[in-house]
């Protein structure tokens, strides 16, 4: 039971934009910036986006977050198959003093 | 551009000590602006992270592991190091270090990158 809360799988056609939600409360998402990682089967996760909106270098603009309240959002707009992988997202939680992920989110690309 | 590999035995005996190390090329390992960090992903799960340490040696562990879990940064030899003791099969996993960024204000922003390709566990008699 993973303490920031996602769905466990989304999916689109290519060109399509999907969004991939993650929910938390006050001591994480609430008080911290949530940060995203892209994990392609069989690889290390790889940061996607770090201070809920910012992309590292690289990362194509297709790629966007945003966060409100207790709930972050990943958006990837005109989907191609390369984007099929599973995300997850992650912030600190003050009230247990650690890092937490999310479940993760299964992106299948039709 | 920083490069993390992680190195140890794949097969832990239950009730042992797991122990890894992560080595650094094309930079340092740990630095005021930056903190090591591991991670673990059993298979086919989430991934959980088990803790970190700063340049000045202060460490944060996942309270779920805090007792069992030492981590420690060798600067001379660019390596961070990880000790998980009293493994059981629930320790199974691939391991993987990361170098973490911290910002402070008034929310407070952490992320990893780089990470390290990561390392499988198997904790197993």
């Known amino acids: 039971q993973s303490v920031l809360t996602q769905p466990p799988s989304a999916s689109g056609t290519p060109g399509q934009r999907v969004t991939i939600s993650c929910s938390g409360s006050n001591s994480n998402i609430g008080s911290n910036t949530v940060s995203w990682y892209q994990q392609v089967p069989g690889t290390a996760p790889k940061l996607l986006m770090y201070?809920?909106?910012q992309r590292p270098s690289g990362v194509p603009d297709r790629f966007s977050g945003s966060k409100s309240g207790t709930s972050a959002s990943l958006a990837i707009s005109g989907l191609q198959s390369k984007d099929e992988a599973d995300y997850y997202c992650?912030?600190?939680?003050?009230?247990?003093?650690?890092?937490?992920f999310g479940g993760g989110t299964k992106l299948t690309v039709l | 551009q920083v490069q993390l590999q992680e190195s140890g035995p794949g097969l832990v005996k239950p009730s042992q000590t797991l122990s890894l190390t992560c080595t650094a090329s094309?930079?340092?390992?740990?630095?005021?602006?930056?903190?090591c960090t591991w991670i673990r992903q059993p298979a086919g799960k989430g991934l959980e992270w088990i803790g970190r340490?700063?340049?000045?040696?202060?460490?944060n562990y996942n309270p779920s592991l805090r007792g069992r879990v030492t981590i420690s940064v060798d600067t001379s030899k660019n390596q961070l190091s990880l000790r998980l003791n009293s493994v059981t099969a629930a320790d199974t996993a691939v391991y993987y270090c990361?170098?973490?960024?911290?910002?402070?204000?008034?929310?407070?922003?952490?992320?990893?990158?780089?990470w390290g390709q990561g390392t499988l566990v198997t904790v197993s008699s």
């Open positions: 094309g930079g340092s390992i740990s630095s005021v602006d930056h903190y």
């Open positions: 990361a170098r973490g960024s911290t910002v402070y204000g008034v929310e407070t922003s952490d992320w990893f990158d780089p």
């Open positions: 340490i700063y340049f000045s040696g202060r460490t």
């Open positions: 992650a912030t600190w939680d003050d009230s247990l003093n650690g890092l937490v």
């Open positions: 201070s809920n909106s």
